[in-house]
């Protein structure tokens, strides 16, 4: 089994419950949605190589020839995870659960918990790898930043993730309408009450804009109504420019 992987280091979390913990990531190509602040390259077979963290902590990252298999990409993994105690095995994208069987196979391979960074919309593939996966970090898209709402797919898929250690993560910017934070507290309170909710504010990219500080403190308040967990939570990662 092999699969195009865009990136393997390793870092902290930057964003939502377990940020500033530990991780090994890797970056699987591809994605179902089309949000309008997307900064990953997501078009298959857009890359030729992966790029790998050659010594752990060093940011200097080398080529290796795409496909990779799954033999391949843990042994990578277990060697940066081998230097320094990691949390987990963060398997992101894209959206990485295009990718399932590659994902049952790492997990089969890799002695670290799995942590799922999705975009929430995909629940059949989330029931087939759950098993597989300790921890779910879950976006959920407001419609405004999609070609076409897709509250019902989340909904679908919290129903599933609530099984494991599961947040929600909302990326709110300037142009935010209050009734789509509503809407997303509510779907969140339906299905699974005793979720965390966090409101990141978006780091700008592709004309969308940050809300300021009165904004942000607004959606919270509207998020609350709902939920007894809402954070703001910005994208720290980017603040030390880290990888
Ligand atoms: S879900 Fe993530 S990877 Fe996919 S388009 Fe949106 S921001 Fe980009």
Redesign the pocket.
Known sequence: MRENIIEIFSSIQGEGKYVGCRQVFVRLEG?????T????E?EVGRHPHCMVEERVGSHKLVPYENPLSAEQAAEIIMRLAGKVPHHSLSIT???PLLHVSFIRALAARVSLPIFLE??G?LDKALAECIDCISHVSM?L?LPD??SAPVWDAHARFLAVARTKDVYVKV?VAAETHDEDVEHAARLVAKTAPETLLVLQPVTPYGGCSAPSPARLLELQRIALRHLPDVRIIPQTHRMMDLL
Request: net charge negative; proline share 0%; with cysteine.
């Open positions: 994605c179902n949605l089309d949000c602040y997307c900064d990953t997501n994208g894209g959206e999705t975009n919309t976006d898209k930043v999609l990326v």
